[in-house]
């Protein structure tokens, strides 16, 4: 009975050590993705930071990159990085209650809503991301606000979507330097995710059409709020979030998640609307994700924040699933899988399913190996190749 007891305690002992490392021994890290295939480098580790709370901007004049974050205690700070180094330069802590920050990327002044008691009594305001001193600018009647909001740098625009005093739901355009409302059109359609190209001057956005289940990537007229579809992207329900745009190429990239939970980043080319690349993402299974995703239009850079493993990206320096070095074929796979690796380096070998159970391992894995995979039920599948330097990793689907 002792012995039972024993055996008991040492299994719940185990069993909160385990649960204590998952939620303590990850750390958030600042990467830069390359959107075609999902593959990052890790620039640096976020030290301090345990959780990312939404929302962020990025500032192409000083290459900065802010976000809302917690610590271990889950208190809200405004953390900002040199996205060159990924070190964070600034972290105030949030006391009072700001959204919707962005960069305008002409002047470098960072602009936000500021709720005071109400949901009614939202004041636009400038903000020193350093200290979070903010000055008033305007008054901004609201009842309702939504996650949508993005900038117009040429004209100082500050532009976002809410329901306006009535209920109304309206597409906000606002000086910046004087807190005026320019426009507040009716929006007739539920668009999310909406991004300004400088370069052109146009605002996009996606249109979730519930009558027909289809989203459609769409251009809105910021004056009168007219939509005009541009491409419906097939198989994509309403299920998105993260948005950003690369106006060096046109592209517009934003996340999808699926029924079954997996994720896609999407890259629409935004002269004709067609899908330019959707790779799974993150290259990892959850809970390691890729979020808050931002682009730097002077050098095309897209970055985002990354949680993962700190036992296993100690010393590492870059994930990459690109790299020719390791393949796995035939994908589809059916029977036998055939998986290349790097011959003069030895790897921890690992296959994941997509709700993150291991089904395959193989420790100082090394040159051309075999696996069956005869067994493993249809779906996605993801290959690890990790050393104390690098992982490589890329996925394939069982039928």
């Not at 690796?341 to 089904?359: A, H, M, R, S």
Request: hydrophobic share 35%; aromatic share 14%.
């Amino acid at each position: 009975m002792e012995n039972q007891l024993l055996k008991k305690y040492i299994l719940n002992l185990f069993f909160i050590l385990l649960v204590n490392n998952l939620l303590f021994g990850q750390v958030e890290y600042f990467a830069k993705v390359n959107p075609a295939t999902c593959s990052y480098t890790i620039i640096d580790s976020l030290s301090g930071v345990k959780w990312i709370s939404g929302g962020s901007s990025y500032n192409k004049i000083n290459k900065e990159y802010i976000f809302n974050g917690q610590d271990v205690n889950h208190s809200n700070y405004l953390y900002g990085l040199d996205a060159t180094i990924g070190i964070i330069i600034s972290n105030p802590s949030l006391g009072n209650y700001f959204s919707l920050m962005k960069f305008d990327n002409a002047s470098g002044i960072l602009y936000g809503l500021h709720w005071t008691t109400t949901l009614s009594s939202a004041n636009f305001v400038s903000i020193n991301p350093t200290n979070l001193n903010y000055t008033v600018i305007r008054h901004i009647s609201i009842t309702g606000l939504s996650n949508n909001v993005t900038f117009d740098d040429a004209n100082h625009r500050y532009i976002f979507t809410a329901n306006d005093s009535i209920g109304n739901n309206c597409l906000f355009s606002v000086d910046a330097t004087t807190g005026n409302v320019i426009s507040k059109p009716l929006l007739s359609s539920s668009v999310s995710c909406i991004q300004f190209d400088n370069s052109s001057g146009n605002l996009y956005g996606l249109k979730w059409d519930n009558s027909l289940q289809t989203t459609t990537f769409v251009s809105i007229n910021i004056a009168n709020g007219n939509i005009t579809t541009s491409h419906t992207i097939a198989s994509v329900n309403s299920n998105y979030n993260y948005s950003a745009f690369d106006e060096i190429n046109k592209r517009y990239t934003f996340v999808w998640t699926n029924s079954s939970n997996i994720n896609y980043l999407y890259t629409i080319n935004a002269l004709n609307g067609n899908v330019v690349s959707n790779p799974v993402f993150p290259v990892f299974i959850r809970p390691y994700n890729l979020l808050e995703f931002q682009y730097d239009n002077l050098s095309g850079n897209l970055y985002a924040l990354h949680w993962g493993a700190k036992s296993e990206m100690t010393g590492i320096t870059e994930f990459n699933n690109e790299n020719p070095t390791i393949k796995a074929y035939p994908n589809p796979a059916q029977q036998l899988l055939n998986i290349e690796l790097p011959t003069e380096q030895t790897f921890n070998l690992l296959v994941y399913d997509v709700t993150g159970k291991k089904v395959f391992q193989r420790t100082n894995a090394i040159g051309a190996l075999t696996i069956d995979c005869s067994n493993f039920n249809t779906g996605i599948y993801f290959v690890q190749a990790a050393n104390e330097k690098i992982v490589f990793s890329c996925n394939f689907i069982k039928e």
